[in-house]
């Protein structure tokens, strides 16, 4: 019998009632405290007109609120809509719009936040999480009001497994946030296939390091739920300071730790890992970006304990591929993305989508329970990014495009060679040139702009624009207007103003003869 | 606040160099900053950022800031910084 993500609540807190299910900063929400604010908080959306598969947006900050607004809007029926909370008005307002959500679950620190959105958003309808007083033009129901309706039963709402679950939103090329649409049926996939693998169990310890809207929180949240584990939520403060990150870990006793390298570089370098006792964490999951070696063999000689693992898979597919790591003297190099996991099928293809032979480099393609059903709203891009293949019985398989290049090692192992277009990764965080690039361009006094990705000496990546502008602004106003209108790691880190910029003989910006020249020490007058 | 001798900065004169860098340097033009303002909330300023900071510290006031020292308890807002700079180059003058 398929299971719902929400209804794993209810069995944790009806098998382990007083297990912490979520620790934040000291504070704690066992299984059973959980699931009875899930339940009230679905009670008061259902209590307001909300119909099984409207979209109910969450713009928390961190907390133990995170998990009560994931699995109450999931208990509602309705489907759920995590906004990053840094997330610029404008981008909050685009999400809203483009999943339609008429209820939105925040809290009192993204007041001002909220009412922005709300000035561009009629559709909304209630704020969940405001008080009425606080003068926002739609209803308003504070958190106390959810306590109230606290409930030992989750309202029957007829949700199935193919209903929609949640909707996940990265950035688009166009300045439109890209929204990914799972059910709940490839989540649990996703979900089952991870218990099984990391062997997860109700003694787990999962470290949450991403934000919440990311599909690494699908893991840190929804498969601790599965077995009873808990969620210890790292917060911004600790991620920021190593040393008290590393204490954090040993007082918490974090027992599987999933993110992007960098966290990990971080805490390898400043950490003081040597000083802490951090012999529980017996899994360290990674995956976004590349791994820089030296920096992956210094961590796996912190932790000898630990196994590792690099899991591959972007939010549209959540994982599909996982290599086991080896001791550290083993590491292949490249290191690879592995093998298709069991809920995957991978194939690599040239342009015209024909598989190619092993170790020719193409297109992975994936095809398995874990697949999105689809970009929200976009069926142009469902139409590019889902091919249809035949299969034996007249029947077809859907494939995913990742966009990824890649080939089949000598071993079996795939690994990972390029990105197909200009998506890249700052700090595990998924960004498109365009988007950027776009959002310069909005600027009026920006001409021309392009934008690139270069290393940050961190093990990630940084992004650096040049733009060609007209009048004299100073970067500093061009970086004021792109944090008005992009999340904080999309903007870029250095802005230089040129004459022109390269561009190829089809009239494209020649992002590599403008890398070049940009390496140039003291010109920045234009090629 | 009075300097404790005449080679390292006074109290008052590490928070207002603190201030100003954040205020010019890492926030965006009309964000204000107080000295007991949470810099470590995830709101205020980004990784990125706070690690700027971390690298003005050590500059500006000429230390190394040891891998010990990167906690909550010394840069969680102005103030504290200011209380570790004061300490952690005390004698250094």
Redesign the interface.
């Known amino acids: 019998m398929s299971v719902l993500l929400h209804r794993m609540i209810d069995g944790a807190a009806q098998r382990r009632p007083e297990a912490p299910a979520v620790r934040c900063d000291g504070a704690e929400l066992t299984y059973g405290q959980l699931a009875r604010r899930v339940n009230g908080l679905a009670r008061v959306l259902l209590g307001t007109g909300l119909e099984r598969r409207d979209r109910v947006a969450v713009l928390l900050?961190?907390g133990l609120d995170v998990p009560v607004g994931f699995h109450g809007a999931l208990a509602s029926g309705a489907a759920l809509v995590p906004i990053d909370?840094?997330s610029p008005a404008e981008q909050v307002v685009r999400i809203l719009r483009a999943t339609g959500a008429r209820h939105l679950v925040s809290e009192p620190?993204k007041r001002d936040l909220v009412r922005q959105a709300l000035a561009e958003c009629p559709e909304v309808s209630q704020v969940i999480g405001l008080e009425p007083e606080d003068g926002l033009p739609v209803r308003c129901v504070p958190w106390s009001t959810v306590a109230a309706e606290a409930a030992d039963q989750p309202p029957a709402v007829g949700t199935i497994d193919l209903d929609p679950a949640y909707i996940l939103h990265t950035s688009g090329s166009t300045g439109t946030p890209k929204l990914i649409l799972h059910s709940h049926r490839s989540a649990m996939a996703f979900v089952d296939w991870a218990v099984s693998e990391y062997r997860l169990a109700s003694d787990d310890r999962l470290s949450n390091h991403s934000s919440h809207h990311t599909c690494f929180a699908t893991f840190d949240y929804y498969a601790a739920a599965r077995v009873g584990a808990a969620t210890v939520v790292l917060t911004?403060?600790?991620?920021?300071?190593?040393?008290?990150l590393s204490?954090l870990l040993e007082r918490e006793r974090v027992s599987i730790w999933y993110s992007v390298p960098t966290a990990l570089v971080h805490l390898s370098?400043?950490?003081?890992i040597e000083?802490r006792d951090l012999s529980s964490i017996r899994w360290v999951l990674f995956a976004g970006e590349t791994f820089p070696e030296k920096h992956l063999r210094r961590i796996m000689r912190q932790l000898p304990q630990a196994r590792f693992s690099h899991v591959y898979g972007s939010t549209e597919v959540n994982v599909c591929t996982c290599h086991h790591l080896p001791d550290a003297d083993g590491l292949g190099d490249p290191l690879p993305i592995g093998r298709a996991c069991s809920t995957s099928r991978t194939l690599v293809v040239d342009d015209q989508l024909r598989p190619v032979a092993d170790g020719e480099t193409g297109e992975l393609l994936v095809c398995g329970s874990t697949v999105m059903s689809g970009y929200w709203g976009d069926p142009e891009a469902n139409r590019h990014a889902l091919v249809r293949r035949p299969s034996a019985g007249g029947f077809e398989d859907v494939y995913f495009r990742t966009g990824d290049q890649v080939r089949v090692l000598e071993d079996g192992n795939l690994t990972f060679v390029a990105r197909a277009d200009f998506q890249v990764k700052v700090?595990g965080h998924r960004v498109e040139l365009e988007e950027v690039e776009a959002a310069l361009l909005s600027l009026e006094s920006v001409e021309e702009a392009a934008v690139f990705a270069v290393e940050d000496g961190e093990g990630s990546s940084?992004l650096r624009a040049a733009v060609v502008a007209g009048g004299e602004p100073a970067t500093?106003e061009i970086?004021?207007g792109l944090?008005?209108r992009l999340p904080?790691?999309s903007v870029p880190?250095e802005i230089d103003i040129l004459g022109s910029l390269p561009r190829t003989p089809t009239g494209k910006v020649d992002r590599d003869a403008l890398r070049a020249h940009l390496a140039k020490p003291g010109d920045c007058d234009g090629p | 606040m009075a300097p404790d001798d005449g080679s390292r900065p006074a109290c008052r004169e590490i928070e207002e160099r603190l201030l100003e860098f954040i205020r010019l340097e890492l926030l965006s033009p009309g964000v204000t900053v107080d000295r007991q303002d949470d810099l470590l909330s995830g709101e205020l300023l980004d990784s990125v950022a706070v690690l700027r900071l971390a690298a003005f510290v050590g500059e500006e006031f000429a230390f190394e800031i040891r891998p010990a020292d990167f906690v909550i308890e010394n840069f969680q807002n102005v103030a504290v910084i200011t209380d570790y700079v004061h300490r952690a180059t005390r004698g250094s003058g």
């Open positions: 900050r961190k909370p840094r620190a911004p403060a600790a991620l920021m300071m190593p040393g008290s204490a370098l400043r950490g003081e000083e700090r940084a500093a970086l004021a944090k008005q904080p790691y880190a």
